[in-house]
């Protein structure tokens, strides 16, 4: 059942297809051979979400992970701990990140640019394909805008150009914005497959870039239109192994899934691989561990309630080597995988949503209102296992916050809940509290170049207007 993805078809397509379109003239392929059915214009959006898979998403996330401040890179990664730069095994991975990610945007680009001359397609199919590939295409820069600040910006506008200087942050963000409205408006319902844009997975990430950029109002309706729309809710949980109906290896969705990742067995998710040690019984196929782990000792761990069953579901206690106070993380297991393991990533779950409501809310009003504070309540409520709609005996009180205080409240919440999903980082940088956590979570004065991503040698040889961002 999960290969009913947004990949069907992928295997047989991308083999045949993708190397052709990477090559040095792809308008010519374009036009003479796609673009024209439906089925070929949804072979080339399918090509567009192949280029950030397995690999490429699992070194985005092997470089945030450890930039946190509950977080410890092993191997390569521990280059990170100390917050002094990022080492060459780090900026050549992050190479690969870029162009994984620009290779997304050129995709995404032919498609914007080809489908409306198809011929044997209907005029609202063609806006829906665009749609979705501008919904792709402002993933794709959201994502690169966040990690390496100005950026080049290249469109279907501007394919044939190989030298192209940095838009602003505000430029890219405009794109990214203008893209998700155009996905809003023509994005399909129900997506059409999972793993796939809809409306309101566009509104999501709307709420996310608005919030990103200090938009509260724009952050707090958009959100509201996801929560309004009652196509979501939060999977109820009793015990720990219920966690397993979020993110288990064999589930194929869930009432909190909004925009996820998609993987099978043949397509797997190799962020498991640098999780888990060998024997440990999480992946029995394929662990080698490399990469992340914590201590009790930690700050972040230390603080965070035994009682929450978040907490409970996310570590294991395991001696790597570094004392019997160090711990591995098992949100992501596949214990009965036998092969490449299918847990989905996500991109946004619903609780997100609800937080994000509560934190621009809480900008807007200079405090918490009653409807942000019951948001935050469900998310914490189901965390300890009570139902989410209901009163609890660990709901928080209205009357003990002011805007800050909620705010920090929120923000620490959202950080439980989002645990090892890549987004801690982020929070930390829009918020401008980056240097300030990592000074009092390991009492390090971080070097506050880290923020921006070096520019890879491959784009500032390719791109002859292009410089390097500063510290590196």
């Known amino acids: 059942m999960k290969k009913i993805i947004y990949i069907i078809g992928i295997a047989l397509f991308v083999s045949a297809c993708a190397d052709s379109l990477l090559e040095e003239n792809p308008k010519a392929i374009a036009t003479e051979t796609f673009y024209n059915t439906a089925a070929e214009v949804e072979a ?103 990690l390496w600040g100005p950026i080049p910006l290249r469109t279907e506008e501007n394919m044939k150009d190989i030298d192209i200087a940095r838009s602003s942050i505000d430029e890219v963000y405009n794109l990214i914005i203008s893209d998700l409205l155009v996905a809003e408006l023509n994005c399909p319902d129900t997506p059409r497959l999972l793993g796939t844009p809809s409306k309101l997975v566009a509104k999501t990430m709307l709420a996310d870039v608005y919030l990103t950029t200090g938009n509260w109002s724009s952050a707090k309706e958009k959100a509201g239109e996801v ?114 393991s299918p847990n989905d990533w996500p991109y946004y779950r619903y609780p997100e949503v609800l937080l994000i409501y509560a934190e621009a809310d809480n900008r807007i009003n200079k405090g918490p209102t009653s409807k942000a504070m019951e948001y935050l309540n469900m998310v914490h409520r ?60 390991f009492n390090i004065d971080m070097d506050i170049n880290m923020l921006f991503w070096p520019i890879p040698t491959g784009e500032l040889s390719y791109n002859k207007l292009m410089d390097q961002n500063p510290g590196y």
């Open 382 to 441: 189901r965390a300890y296992g009570y139902p989410s709609t209901q009163p609890s005996p660990i709901d928080f009180n209205i009357n003990d916050y002011n805007e800050e205080s909620f705010f920090e409240l929120v923000l620490m919440e959202k950080a439980y809940e989002t645990f090892f999903e890549a987004k801690r980082w982020f929070d930390l940088k829009r918020t401008n509290k980056t240097a300030q956590v990592i000074k009092q979570a």
């Open 44 to 146: 080339a959006i399918n090509a567009v979400y192949y280029n950030v898979g397995v690999s490429q998403l699992t070194n985005e996330i092997n470089i945030l992970e450890p930039l946190t401040d509950y977080s410890y890179g092993k191997g390569s990664l521990s280059y990170l701990n100390d917050y002094v730069g990022y080492s060459p095994a780090n900026m050549t991975n992050m190479g690969y990140l870029w162009q994984a990610y620009y290779l997304m945007i050129r995709n995404a680009n032919l498609v914007i640019l080809n489908t409306p001359n198809g011929t044997e397609t209907t005029e609202d199919q063609k806006k829906r394909y665009v749609a979705e590939a501008r919904f792709l295409r402002a993933h794709a820069y959201f994502h690169l805008v966040r």
């Open 227 to 340: 929560i309004d729309s009652g196509n979501f809710s939060l999977v109820e949980i009793e015990k720990v192994e219920d966690f397993e109906k979020i993110y288990g290896a064999e589930l194929l969705t869930s009432s909190e899934e909004i925009f996820y990742q998609k993987f099978t067995r043949d397509y797997g998710n190799n962020i498991l691989t640098f999780m888990h040690y060998p024997g440990d019984g999480y992946k029995p196929y394929g662990a080698s561990y490399f990469s992340h782990y914590t201590f009790g000792s930690n700050l972040f761990f230390k603080n965070w309630d035994n009682d929450d069953l978040r907490k409970q579901n996310n570590f294991y206690k395991k001696d790597i080597a570094l004392g019997d106070d160090t711990y591995l993380y098992k949100k992501f297991i596949d214990p009965n995988g036998y092969n490449n």
